[in-house]
């Protein structure tokens, strides 16, 4: 039984679309340090190069998300979004976004968001994308988002 609930952090992995990010402790318990789920990028229209992508993380232990890439496009950046003057505006977050261990991060619209620009095929939905998301301490994960719109679970958990 012990066997089996250790795997279930895998399972949880694989339907999300992550690649094994997981090591084994001294005692030989499984820990995944970065756990994401909900990954979804928005569809592009023919002619549009720029689209937003969502998902939502959970740290085993303090970090920092520094940075994104994709193949799928020339330029991805973790971007937040603020109001000012009446108006939404989006700007790259310097530095990186914080994860506290056991907090859940959700980038989500109208908040912290992955923003792939010269996006160099459509993204058609049901499409999937690679994200690969480059941690302070944490190995980089690779994820597969799916192309979609984003649902209530990419709403969760507060962005930091």
């Known amino acids: 039984m012990k066997r089996i609930l250790a795997?279930?952090?895998?399972?949880?992995?694989?339907?999300?679309?992550?690649?094994?990010?997981?090591?084994?402790?001294?005692?030989g318990n499984t820990i995944t340090p970065i756990v994401v789920a909900d990954a979804v990028c928005r569809p592009t229209p023919t002619g549009r190069q720029v689209t937003a992508c969502y998902l939502n993380l959970v740290a085993a232990s303090d970090d920092r998300l520094v940075s994104i890439d994709s193949p799928a496009a020339a330029l991805a950046q973790i971007h937040q979004t603020s109001m000012e003057g009446g108006m939404g505006m989006m700007r790259p977050i310097e530095g990186g976004v914080p994860l506290a261990a056991g907090e859940p991060v959700a980038f989500s619209p109208g908040a912290n968001h992955i923003m792939l620009s010269g996006v160099r095929e459509p993204l058609a939905t049901g499409?999937?994308?690679?994200?690969?998301?480059?941690?302070?301490?944490?190995?980089?994960?690779?994820?597969?988002?799916?192309?979609?719109?984003?649902?209530?679970?990419?709403?969760?958990?507060?962005?930091?």
Not at 129 to 149: D, R
């Open 127 to 160: 499409d999937t994308v690679e994200l690969t998301l480059t941690f302070e301490h944490a190995p980089k994960l690779v994820v597969a988002a799916t192309v979609g719109q984003p649902t209530e679970a990419n709403a969760g958990a507060p962005a930091a």
């Open 7 to 27: 795997l279930l952090p895998l399972l949880a992995l694989a339907a999300c679309g992550n690649s094994d990010n997981t090591t084994v402790d001294a005692e």
